[in-house]
């Protein structure tokens, strides 16, 4: 039989004095911690992020003041992207298919379900074969043209012998058939044209509307004023925030 003693060894060690002061410290931030609401996710913002497309022999420092009039609307420069391209390449071979991979690459960066598509001039033919063939009707929500050759435009046989994006430009071409072909607007994509009765280089004129589409005369302006001309802007804000 254990003596008194040896009763008193075997029992376990108390901890130290100061961990012994610690418990009632920890126990009282634990009660704080999960009596506070829990943080709530950030919103995400009620706009869609918007992809900007120039047009051809262009790069993306085209869209400095369309960018700049987004930016003073409320736009933050992570809701503005622009897709830099090889011009020369096929429209529906190359081009819509990196487009596509881009957006994608936005809709993670940005968590947005869709974006907004911006396009000006050659732009326009690859950005609607993404949508219309290349499965961005899911992830588009507006679409937006800015005299874009989207029925094909004359000026474009003179470089068509030698270069596959002007041969995608001409009227009657493979792709223009195809875009044009049964509904020219598919999908629940809004659709917009902006357009010009002086444009030296969509010829004819009319090139540029879409049935299904709101089409947008700008007046008189040369085919790369509609980059910077503040009516045409206004009308492109007005329409995304539709």
């Given at each position: 039989?254990?003596?008194?003693?040896?009763?008193?060894?075997?029992?376990?060690?108390?901890?130290?004095?100061?961990?012994?002061?610690?418990?009632?410290?920890?126990?009282?931030?634990?009660?704080?911690?999960?009596?506070?609401?829990?943080?709530?996710?950030?919103?995400?913002s009620s706009r869609n992020p918007v992809v900007l497309v120039h047009g051809y022999n262009a790069d993306p420092g085209v869209w400095g003041a369309l960018?700049?009039?987004?930016?003073a609307a409320g736009y933050t420069d992570a809701e503005l992207f622009s897709?830099?391209?090889?011009?020369?390449?096929?429209?529906?071979?190359v081009l819509a298919g990196r487009l596509g991979a881009y957006v994608d690459q936005v809709r993670r960066e940005t968590g947005a379900a869709k974006v907004d598509v911006v396009a000006h001039s050659f732009g326009s033919l690859v950005s609607r074969w993404y949508v219309k063939?290349?499965?961005g009707a899911a992830a588009v929500d507006h679409w937006v043209s800015l005299a874009g050759p989207n029925r094909g435009t004359s000026t474009a046989w003179a470089c068509a012998l030698w270069d596959q994006a002007c041969r995608d430009m001409t009227p009657g071409s493979y792709v223009v058939k195809n875009l044009n072909g049964g509904?020219?607007?598919?999908?629940?994509?809004?659709y917009a044209t902006f357009w010009s009765n002086c444009d030296e280089i969509?010829?004819?004129?009319?090139?540029?509307?879409?049935?299904?589409?709101?089409?947008?005369?700008?007046?008189?302006?040369?085919?790369?004023?509609?980059?910077?001309?503040?009516?045409?802007?206004?009308?492109?804000?007005?329409?995304?925030?539709?």
């Open positions: 039989m254990l003596t008194a003693r040896q009763r008193l060894q075997a029992l376990p060690a108390l901890p130290p004095l100061p961990a012994l002061l610690r418990f009632p410290v920890l126990l009282a931030l634990l009660t704080l911690c999960l009596a506070l609401p829990a943080a709530s996710p950030a919103q995400a960018r700049a009039d987004l930016r897709f830099g391209y090889d011009t020369h390449q096929s429209v529906n071979e063939f290349g499965g509904d020219e607007t598919p999908g629940a994509v809004k969509v010829n004819p004129d009319d090139s540029v509307p879409l049935t299904g589409a709101a089409n947008t005369p700008v007046g008189c302006l040369g085919h790369n004023d509609l980059l910077g001309d503040d009516g045409t802007s206004a009308g492109v804000r007005a329409f995304l925030s539709s």
